[in-house]
């Protein structure tokens, strides 16, 4: 059974930093792309970031470039997002995501941790 | 980036109803437009990909089509367990975005 568990949200101020981590099982991690996307209270699903499998190739929503860093560990099945300069508009809940194999690319999910909530607020 | 409007906000009907919720892009997405469903303090569930294609496991009264920028995703009956929020989310370009989102609620 596939599982993802996201951990390590938190109360934040504005200009901190937090980092998120997604352990995941029942899947061969280190062969899927991996993704962020959030959703702040009461809204709509916003897509963060995405890795490769190598934890090279790397893409960002624009409003996160330069502040966001996603990364992962294959050997310990886990994802990781580095988020600094922290700011109000960042409150949400995080989710981590599996990408369908039915799309190409990691451009659709099929799994989904329950998320971990940011909030930053001073 | 791609902008998804999805109509209308609100669906209110009663149960075995017909549900008709309707996603349009700001441009043409081809084909690539996916529809989850999300119940109140619960991830997101992916019901449909490439606009008509049912994921695994979802039940055959979900229903997708469209192309272009015009896509409709249709509940035939409605059951008690289908009163959710719906999301499009486009699949063409980066970076992925998602609708609004059209709230299923009980007439």
């Known amino acids: 059974e596939v599982q993802l568990v996201e951990s390590g949200g938190g109360l934040v101020q504005p200009g901190g930093s937090l980092r998120l981590s997604c352990e995941a099982s029942g899947f061969t991690f280190s062969n899927y792309w991996m993704t962020w996307v959030r959703q702040a209270p009461g809204k709509g699903l916003e897509w963060v970031a995405n890795i490769k499998q190598d934890g090279i190739e790397k893409y960002y929503v624009d409003s996160v470039k330069g502040r966001f860093t996603i990364s992962r560990d294959n050997a310990k099945n886990s994802l990781f997002l580095q988020m600094d300069s922290l700011r109000a508009e960042d409150t949400a809940l995080y989710y981590c995501a599996k990408p369908s194999l039915d799309c190409s690319s990691a451009t659709c999910f099929d799994y989904w941790g329950q998320g971990t909530l940011v909030t930053v607020s001073s | 980036e791609v902008v998804l409007t999805q109509s209308p906000a609100t669906l209110s009907l009663s149960p075995g109803e017909r549900a008709t919720l309707s996603c349009r892009a700001s441009?043409?997405?081809?084909?690539?437009l996916v529809w989850y469903q999300q119940k109140p303090g619960q991830a997101p569930r992916l019901l449909i990909y490439d606009a008509s294609n049912r994921a695994t496991g979802i039940p055959a009264r979900f229903s997708g089509s469209g192309s272009g920028t015009d896509f409709t995703l249709t509940i035939s009956t409605l059951e008690p367990e289908d009163y959710a929020v719906y999301y499009c989310?486009?699949?063409?370009?980066?970076?992925?975005?998602f609708g609004g989102g059209t709230r299923v609620e009980i007439k």
């Open positions: 441009q043409s997405v081809n084909r690539y």
């Open positions: 989310q486009q699949r063409t370009k980066w970076p992925l975005t």
